[in-house]
């Protein structure tokens, strides 16, 4: 299994109840498949630069699960049929080693 990371935009219509209600069908989604979701965020709501869809602002959603390469696309098919998305972008995270500071003379 890998390690992805998930960026969810979500319609600003949506109350904070249906946000979270989107949240648990989405990390019921991953588990349904095998996956196993690590972390969440709800980043709340942000201003585009650009216009979506005649939108202005949207709901941003963060999430972090390990599931196989497989179900991606399964996945990303899904968000792209959700009325409620407006973007999704869905990619492996990478994982930063930090190298030891080095030792003063």
Known sequence: MRTYESVIIVKPQLSDGEVGEFVNKAKAFITGKGGEVTSEEKLGRRKFTHEVNHVRD?????????????????????????????????????????????IAK
């Open 58 to 102: 949207g709901f941003y959603l963060y999430l972090k699960f390990k599931a196989e390469p497989k179900f991606i696309s399964e996945f990303e098919n899904a968000l792209k049929l959700n009325d409620q998305v407006l973007r999704s972008m869905t990619m492996v995270a990478m994982e930063v080693k930090a190298k030891p500071a080095p």
